[in-house]
Each structure stands twice: as structure tokens, then as C-alpha cells.
């Protein structure tokens, strides 16, 4: 089938580069001809594991083409995806400007036949809307579609080979039996439904799933107040179908380009409605306190962080992308440099940083150097098998706090009585040391 895609972000790219792996012909056009030129030479724009492999197989075997025509997409596909992107305001509501910019080029270009599916996160109502204008301009086109990404950055290529299931938002069954045929090869539950239910779906998983991270952040707290071990408690519930233990790890709280955004925008949605949703909001509020909480605990320990140098382990928002995208290092290091602090950081794959007063190092000990603590925030598997007897040596004082608790907390123990750390963590109890500073192994 001739697949267009609209949009070369890692969503587009990542979906474009994947049909083209599955016998399908893509032809794929973005606003940058940058970008568009990069993709050519088989080089991926973006930093996500298996893109830029895949893009060179599709490149090899002729089944991807990139062109800065849009009328070239539209006029050739079969079935064209929009994925482009769709910000936050400032207000919340999404920013739907580039989508609307695709459809006025669909009502030239659209073709007899052709169905036009909407990827891009967007308001409830908004497919129809689309629907609505075309259909009054005349447009030839079979069916508007919404099909929705649940796309993990780090493993989108993953995630949209191994989906859980496919939502497709549709209003005419031809053009649904064309989808289900599109997605056969997935053999994973089609959950066919109607356009708006197909986009709150969207923004009921993303909310549902920032829900249940701000729930283990809550318990959490708890947990510190009363010593209690917040793993257990994630594993103790997490093991009951009903609950599922991921999205349970308790941390510095969640960033990236989809959770902060979705949640705004569905309470934005809400509000349009004159609806309220408590539980979303308490997700976002208790998301926004989560790196303050951390920093305050040890600002306490540190009783300032008035020319404390603090070390910054990981920048992007979770492991396996560079992006930084309301990423709590962004927070937390304006905290840091607001109080006084002097902030080095490292991070594996982050190459800058946008507060040119945090000074990024090329590895840990560089960025611990003379430090008064250590603070992770990045669950970057590099940092399971830090060199700690190296850290000990050159940390002003061993005192580490793990924003992610990404080191499991039994194993920390020994670290902390071999090298004479003090560990922090969130809703763990914190591990001291009994060695004096003096007599620590160097
Ligand atoms: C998310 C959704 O998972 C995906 O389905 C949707 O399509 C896009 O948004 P993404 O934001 O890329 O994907 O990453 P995700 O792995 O969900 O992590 C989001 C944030 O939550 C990260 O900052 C991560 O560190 C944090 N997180 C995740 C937690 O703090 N605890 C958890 O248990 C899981």
C-alpha cells in the first residue's frame, strides 16, 4: 500500500520507517527541508534506538522516499497519516496550527478514495471538525480517521511494532475495513470506535498512566514519614492484575513531551466544557511539587546550597532519548543556580543544555569533582555501575540522592559501607554510613 506520511518528528519518522519495513511504499514530507535532507543521506534527525537503522534498510530497498512537495504526499498515498505536532499553549489548550496548515493542502491535493488519518494528539471534536471542512469543500476523499500513537520515546520503534492494540476512530466501514487490513500483520485487538472516543482514549491513557505515577509519588511521601520502603509498596499492589506494577517507579516525578502537555490539554478540554477533573488535576499538581520535595530534602541535608556544587547525573527527561522536554533537570538546576549553587552535570546522550549556567561534563567523576552531592535524575543504565570508590574519592563529601531510584536499594547498602556514601532516595528509607569520611576507602 503507498503510505503518506505528514510530519517527521519521532512519531512520523518512527511510523514512517516501520511500514516501510513492512512491505508497505512510504513517501514522507516535513516543514524542514533540513531534516528532509538529513533523512536522505539516511542519517535519522532524532535520537531514537532503531530509527536510523531502519530508515537505511527502507533507503536500501527503495521502499521510503522523501520529497518537499506536499502536494507530492497527498496526491500519492493511499492512506496518509498526519503526525505532525500539536504543542502546548500557554493556557494548555493544543496548538493546532500545523494541523490545520495540512488539511487546507488536503482539500487542494486529496485524491478519490484516499483516507486521511489523524496521528497527531488532538482535541476531542477535532477529527470531526476536520471531517466537517472537507466534506463542505467537496473533498473526494473516502474517510477522516483518528489513530491515535501510544508511542514511548527510547522504544517507539518497539512500541509501534509491538503495539497492545489499534484505535481506529472511523465513520465509514470501508474505510475501516482498509485500516484493519493496513494493521493485520500486528495480530494485536483492533478497538474500532468513533472519532471522538478514539481521541479521549488517547488523552484517557496518557492521563491515567501520569495518574498512577503521581499516585506512587504520593505513597511515597508517606513512605518517608513513616519509614516504609516505597518499593514494596510498588511491587505489593503493582502484583494485582487489577493495578499492574509499571508506572509504579517512584521518583523526581515525570517530564517529557506527552504527559505535561496531555494533562493540560484534557483539563483545558474540560474546562471548554465546564467540566472539572479532579483527579488531573491533583495528578498535576503533585507532579509539579515532586522535584521541589526532593531539592528541599536535601537542601535540609546540606542545611544551604549556597556555594554547594551540586552534580548532576542524567538531563533528559528518562533514559533513551536527548530530549529534554519538560525534563525536571530543567527545574531543578534553576532551583539550584536561584540558591546559590554552583551545577556541573552528565549526561550520555544530552550533548546541551539550555541554562548555559550548568556546565555539562563528559563523564560522572568530572562532573563530581569536589561536589557536595551527587543527584540523579535520568534512569540512564550507566548509572547502575558507577565507579563509587573513584566518586568517593573525589566527591567533597559521599553523599548521593537518587531522583529515580534507579540503584536498588538492597545493593546500596554495601556501597554505602564500603565507600562511606549516604544515600538518598524517593519514599526509601536513606542509607548512612558508619565509616567516619576520614577513614573511607579511596
Ligand atoms: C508516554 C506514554 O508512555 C506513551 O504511551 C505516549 O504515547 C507518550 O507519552 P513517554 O513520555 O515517551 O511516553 O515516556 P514514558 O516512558 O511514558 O515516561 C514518561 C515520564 O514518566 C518520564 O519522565 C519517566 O521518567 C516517568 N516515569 C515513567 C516515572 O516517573 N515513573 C514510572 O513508573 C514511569
Known amino acids: 500500500m503507498k503510505i503518506g506520511i505528514i510530519g517527521l518528528g519521532y512519531v512520523g519518522l518512527t511510523t514512517a520507517v516501520c511500514f516501510a519495513n513492512s512491505g508497505h511504499e512510504v513517501i514522507g514530507y516535513d516543514l524542514s527541508s533540513e531534516k528532509l535532507h538529513t533523512l536522505k543521506k539516511g542519517v535519522s534527525p532524532i535520537w531514537e534506538p532503531h530509527v536510523e537503522e531502519y530508515l537505511q534498510a527502507a533507503l536500501k530497498q527503495k521502499t521510503i522516499h522523501f520529497t518537499k512537495e506536499i502536494s507530492n504526499v497527498i496526491q500519492q498515498s493511499h492512506i496518509l497519516f498526519v503526525t505532525v505536532g500539536t504543542p502546548s499553549q500557554t493556557n494548555g489548550q493544543a496548538d493546532l496550527s500545523q494541523v490545520w496548515n495540512v488539511v487546507s493542502q488536503v482539500q487542494k491535493y486529496g485524491q478519490p478514495g484516499q483516507i486521511l488519518v489523524i496521528k497527531s494528539t488532538v482535541p476531542i471534536g477535532t477529527t ?40 481506529i476512530g472511523y465513520s465509514q466501514p470501508q474505510a475501516l475495513e482498509k485500516m484493519k487490513h493496513l494493521y493485520q500483520s500486528f495480530s494485536v485487538p483492533i478497538i474500532a470506535c468513533d472519532r471522538k472516543s478514539a481521541e479521549m482514549i488517547k488523552y484517557a491513557s496518557n492521563s491515567f498512566l501520569a495518574m498512577k505515577i503521581s499516585y506512587i509519588n504520593m505513597i511515597a511521601g508517606l513512605c518517608e514519614q513513616l519509614g516504609a520502603n516505597v518499593d514494596a509498596i510498588a511491587d505489593g499492589i503493582g502484583a494485582d492484575p487489577r493495578i499492574g506494577r509499571s508506572f509504579l517507579q517512584a521518583g523526581v516525578g515525570y517530564g517529557g513531551s506527552c504527559f505535561p502537555k496531555d494533562t493540560q490539554a484534557l483539563l483545558a478540554i474540560a474546562q471548554a466544557s465546564k467540566q472539572t477533573l479532579p483527579l488531573v488535576e491533583a495528578t498535576i499538581q503533585i507532579n509539579q511539587a515532586q522535584p521541589l520535595r526532593l531539592l528541599q530534602r536535601l537542601e535540609q541535608r546540606l542545611s544551604s546550597f549556597k556555594d554547594k556544587k551540586i552534580a548532576l547525573l542524567g538531563l533528559s527527561f528518562k533514559a533513551g532519548t536527548d530530549d529534554l522536554r519538560e525534563a525536571p533537570s530543567l527545574k531543578i538546576s534553576q532551583e539550584l543556580l536561584q540558591h546559590g549553587a554552583i551545577v556541573h552535570a552528565y549526561d550520555p546522550v544530552v550533548q546541551s543544555f539550555p541554562i548555559r549556567e550548568v556546565i555539562c561534563q563528559t563523564n560522572p567523576l568530572l562532573a563530581a569533582q569536589d ?53 538518598i532516595s524517593v519514599g526509601r528509607p536513606t542509607l548512612f554510613s558508619s565509616i567516619h569520611p576520614a577513614d573511607r576507602i579511596e
Open 371 to 423: 561536589a557536595d552531592a551527587i543527584l540523579l535524575l535520568t534512569d540512564w543504565d550507566e548509572f547502575r555501575h558507577l565507579p563509587w570508590g573513584e566518586l568517593a574519592h573525589v566527591l567533597k563529601q559521599p553523599l548521593l540522592v537518587d531522583g529515580r531510584n534507579l540503584l536498588q536499594w538492597e545493593q546500596m547498602k554495601e556501597v554505602v559501607a564500603t565507600y562511606g556514601f549516604e544515600y
Open 128 to 167: 470531526e471538525h476536520i471531517a466537517q471542512r472537507l466534506n463542505d469543500h467537496d473533498s473526494p476523499m473516502l474517510d477522516i480517521i483518528h489513530n491515535p500513537e501510544f508511542l514511548r520515546q527510547g522504544q517507539a520503534v518497539h512500541d509501534f511494532l509491538h503495539p497492545d492494540r489499534i484505535v
